[in-house]
């Protein structure tokens, strides 16, 4: 971390506006690229969640000139063709916490956006190798949905998890399908995803 001072206001603004511009273009030649595993299945989707994970190489390419960002999975890093895309827009919540790890894959992200062939919300469920690893892709993804957002407005919606979250979280998965019920949302029945679950109220 490196603190620096500036003689007046005006000169300290103008110098975190050429950084911010710097990062901005060293992200947008730099996309954000690497395996992940992905578990199977889009959650609140037409398709059930399968369980089970698979091993995808990710690219996240920041919007340019205008543009939106992408988020694309492939079968690997040879891979001429995606396999699928992530849908990312202003609507989309992100959630990283230690309470979604699961046994095998600790260092998890969820993603839950509405694409615009979505009948619902989906939740992508993503694991990292490490820490590290972790923080970069929840860093570049939370750039990419700020990007959705005009200069000004609120920032976007990525969220470490709050006290309600961890508070939902603690419930079991038949408490959190009555809460469900109760807010009139659809969702499967047959899921016992707690992380799931909990995104679709989150949403």
């Known amino acids: 971390q ?26 947008e030649a730099a996309p ?41 999975y492939y079968d690997d890093e040879h891979a001429a063709a995606s396999k699928g895309v992530v849908a990312l827009n202003a609507g989309a919540v992100l959630l990283a916490s230690g309470s979604l790890a699961y046994k095998d894959h600790p260092h998890v992200l969820a993603l839950t956006c509405k694409g615009e062939l979505d009948a619902k919300p989906t939740t992508t469920v993503l694991a990292a190798a490490c820490q590290p690893e972790l923080e970069r892709w929840v860093a570049a993804l939370q750039r990419a949905i700020h990007s959705f957002r005009a200069p000004g407005s609120s920032s976007a919606k990525v969220l470490a998890l709050s006290k309600e979250e961890e508070q939902l979280l603690a419930k ?23 992380p799931k679950l909990v995104a679709l109220i989150l949403h």
């Not at 490196?2 to 992200?27: F, Q």
Request: proline share 6%; with cysteine; glycine share 12%.
């Open 172 to 194: 079991t998965a038949p408490q959190l399908h009555l809460k469900l019920d109760y807010m009139g949302v659809p969702f499967d029945r047959r899921c016992e995803d707690k």
């Open 32 to 72: 954000t690229k690497g395996y992940l595993m992905k578990r199977r299945g889009r959650h609140g989707g037409l398709k059930m969640m399968l369980g089970g994970w698979d091993r995808r190489y990710f690219e996240l390419l920041q919007g340019k000139d205008g543009g939106a960002p992408s988020f694309s």
């Open 2 to 27: 490196l603190v620096c001072g500036a003689p007046t206001p005006a000169e300290r603004d103008a110098w975190a506006a050429a950084l911010e511009k710097s990062i901005k273009t060293l992200a």
